[in-house]
C-alpha cells in the first residue's frame, strides 16, 4: 500500500528534525528548471501569477535567488510542512520504526518537487500545482510534470510491493498522477462531519483526517488498506453504506 498526501504551504524552518536520516528528491533536475523558470519573475508579477500578497511574493522571489541543488542546509519533508495535513500526521511524534514505515509508504506531491518521500530534503519554496505556469512543457504544471509523477508512483509501488494506492491528497495535486496509467487500483478516503443536520466535508477537518490517516497507517504498520476500515481517531468511523469499492468515507458527528 502507498498513501500520496499532498504538500503545505506553510513551512516550520524552526523546529529540529527529530531524525539524522535524510534523502534526496528523486526529479531535482526537473526542480531546477522550474526554479529558473521562477526567478523570470518580479515579485509583483509573481504575485499576480499565485495570487500572493506584496510581502509573500517579495520573500518567494527571494526563496527562488537562493534555492540550489545542494541539500547540505536543506531540510526534510515532513519535517519542513507545517499545514492541517501535517497537523494530523504529527511526524515528530512517531518512532523510527514509523518513520521508516512513511518513508517506505507515503509519497508527497508536489509543484516543484513532483514527488518526495517524506525524509527528502527540500529548501524554502513556495509553488503549488495548480499554477499556471508556462514552461517549454506546456501551458501549467501538470504539462510540466507529464507522466513522472504517475511513472515514479509505479516504481514505488513494484518496489515495496504495494497492490493499493490510497489517494489523501487534495484534487489539486492529485489531478498530477494519471490514475489509468497506474499499475495499482485507487482508494480515495474521504471525510464527512455531521453539521446542520446532514454529513459534509470540511476542509480543515478534512485535511487534517488526512494526515492522521497516514499517522495511523504508520503506527499500525498497515500493508492491506482493507486495516484503514478500523481507523477511529477524533471520532471518526467507517461508514460503509455511503462508501464504494474506490471511496471510503469516514463519518464524525461532532468535531
Not at 522571489?61 to 526534510?76: I, P
Not at 491528497?169 to 495499482?184: G, I, T, W
Not at 482508494?187 to 455531521?194: C, K, L, R, S
Amino acid at each position: 500500500m502507498l498513501i500520496v498526501l499532498s504538500p503545505a504551504k506553510s513551512l516550520d524552518l524552526d523546529t529540529p528534525p527529530t531524525t539524522d536520516i535524510a534523502t534526496r528528491p528523486a526529479f531535482l533536475d526537473h526542480s531546477a528548471q522550474l526554479i529558473e523558470r521562477m526567478r523570470e519573475f518580479a515579485p509583483h508579477e509573481l504575485a499576480d501569477l499565485m495570487d500572493l500578497s506584496d510581502a509573500l511574493a517579495t520573500l518567494n522571489v527571494g526563496r527562488y535567488a537562493s534555492w540550489t541543488m545542494d541539500t547540505t542546509h536543506a531540510r526534510q519533508a515532513v519535517m519542513t510542512f507545517n499545514g492541517d495535513v501535517y497537523d494530523g500526521l504529527d511526524a515528530r511524534t512517531l518512532s523510527a520504526p514509523q518513520l521508516d514505515y512513511a518513508q517506505g509508504r507515503v509519497r508527497i506531491l508536489s509543484g516543484l518537487y513532483g514527488l518526495l518521500r517524506p525524509l527528502d530534503l527540500i529548501h524554502p519554496h513556495r509553488l503549488e500545482m495548480g499554477t499556471r505556469l508556462t514552461t517549454p512543457r506546456g501551458k501549467d504544471l501538470y504539462a510540466f510534470w507529464g507522466d513522472l509523477i504517475t511513472r515514479e508512483l509505479n516504481g514505488a509501488a513494484r518496489e515495496g510491493g504495494a497492490r493499493w494506492l490510497v489517494n489523501c491528497a487534495s484534487e489539486e495535486y492529485f489531478k498530477s498522477v494519471r490514475p489509468a496509467q497506474l499499475d495499482v487500483p485507487v482508494i480515495t478516503p474521504v471525510f464527512e462531519e455531521f453539521k446542520n443536520g446532514k454529513y459534509k466535508i470540511i476542509s480543515f477537518y478534512a485535511k487534517r483526517a488526512r494526515g492522521m490517516l497516514a499517522r495511523y497507517a504508520a503506527v499500525n504498520n498497515i500493508l492491506d488498506p482493507e486495516e484503514l476500515k478500523r481507523f477511529d481517531v477524533d471520532g471518526y468511523a467507517f461508514a460503509p453504506d455511503a462508501s464504494n469499492d474506490s471511496r471510503w468515507v469516514f463519518r464524525r458527528n461532532a468535531a
